[in-house]
């Protein structure tokens, strides 16, 4: 058996796309391991669950004067190359990364979106694809590069914005489909397959 890939996960909130994750990688087909998760938020509901499922999860408060961003991702950063972290998967991280974080980090980091990129970069997506009047919404797993939301596309799902739609309600379906798009596209993203996941079926 070769040995697994040591996947690191960071959250900032609720953690459902961790749990997730975490789930099916604790699979033993799967080439990946979850090996840590690492919070910017120490009151972050993912922390106890990622506890829960005995994973090691650590948080470094960066709201305080006395540890700046710089510091949070030095203390990252570490954290990242002792536990020979090979993929990170950022799942709800509200905290945009440095240049020079993702320069610096020598493995791959991917993160998941809630819209179809190269749509609604950035905050409030729900609020924003209601406020266009689109159809469609979804999320995208992508890989993270030095321009926000716009690296390479790895999967993406999508769902039917109905006309009593709210911000809430439309988080509230899409987070499944969320859940098993990270799933599926690291699962495809690990083995080496380059193919885009497309999950492009509406909801009624
Ligand atoms: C998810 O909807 C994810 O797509 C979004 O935060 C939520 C986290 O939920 N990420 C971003 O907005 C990143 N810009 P979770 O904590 O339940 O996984």
Same mark, same amino acid.
């Given at each position: *058996?070769?040995?697994?890939?040591?996947?690191?996960?960071?959250?900032?909130?609720?953690?459902?796309? *961790?749990?997730?994750? %975490? #789930?099916?990688?604790?699979?033993?087909? &799967?080439?990946?391991? +979850?090996?840590?998760?690492?919070?910017? /938020?120490?009151?972050?509901?993912?922390?106890?669950?990622?506890?829960?499922?005995?994973?090691?999860?650590?948080?470094?408060?960066?709201?305080?004067?006395?540890?700046?961003?710089?510091?949070?991702?030095?203390?990252?950063?570490?954290?990242?190359?002792?536990?020979?972290?090979?993929?990170?998967?950022?799942?709800?991280?509200?905290?945009?990364?440095?240049?020079?974080? %993702?320069?610096?980090?020598?493995?791959?980091? $991917?993160?998941? &979106?809630?819209?179809?990129?190269?749509?609604?970069?950035?905050?409030?997506? @729900?609020?924003? +694809?209601?406020?266009? /009047?689109? &159809?469609? &919404?979804? +999320?995208?797993? @992508?890989?993270?590069?030095?321009?926000?939301?716009?690296?390479?596309?790895?999967?993406?799902?999508?769902?039917?914005? @109905?006309?009593?739609?709210?911000? @809430?309600?439309?988080?509230?379906? $899409?987070?499944? #489909?969320?859940?098993? $798009?990270?799933?599926?596209?690291?699962?495809?993203?690990?083995?080496?397959?380059?193919?885009?996941?497309?999950?492009?079926?509406?909801?009624?």
């Amino acid at each position: *058996m070769p040995a697994k890939i040591k996947v690191a996960i960071l959250i900032s909130g609720l953690g459902s796309n *961790m749990e997730a994750l %975490i #789930k099916d990688l604790k699979n033993q087909n &799967h080439l990946g391991e +979850a090996t840590i998760v690492v919070s910017d /938020n120490p009151d972050a509901l993912g922390l106890m669950k990622a506890e829960q499922l005995k994973i090691p999860a650590f948080s470094f408060a960066t709201n305080s004067k006395t540890l700046d961003k710089s510091i949070f991702e030095n203390n990252l950063l570490q954290l990242l190359i002792s536990n020979n972290i090979q993929v990170v998967c950022l799942a709800g991280f509200m905290k945009i990364l440095s240049s020079k974080f %993702i320069k610096d980090f020598p493995g791959e980091i $991917l993160n998941i &979106h809630p819209s179809i990129l190269p749509s609604i970069k950035g905050l409030n997506t @729900h609020e924003r +694809a209601i406020r266009r /009047n689109l &159809h469609v &919404h979804g +999320a995208t797993v @992508h890989k993270v590069t030095e321009k926000l939301d716009s690296g390479f596309i790895l999967g993406q799902t999508t769902i039917s914005i @109905h006309k009593n739609d709210t911000p @809430h309600s439309l988080s509230k379906r $899409l987070k499944p #489909k969320e859940n098993q $798009l990270y799933v599926d596209t690291l699962r495809q993203f690990l083995s080496g397959n380059s193919k885009v996941i497309q999950k492009l079926e509406l909801d009624s």
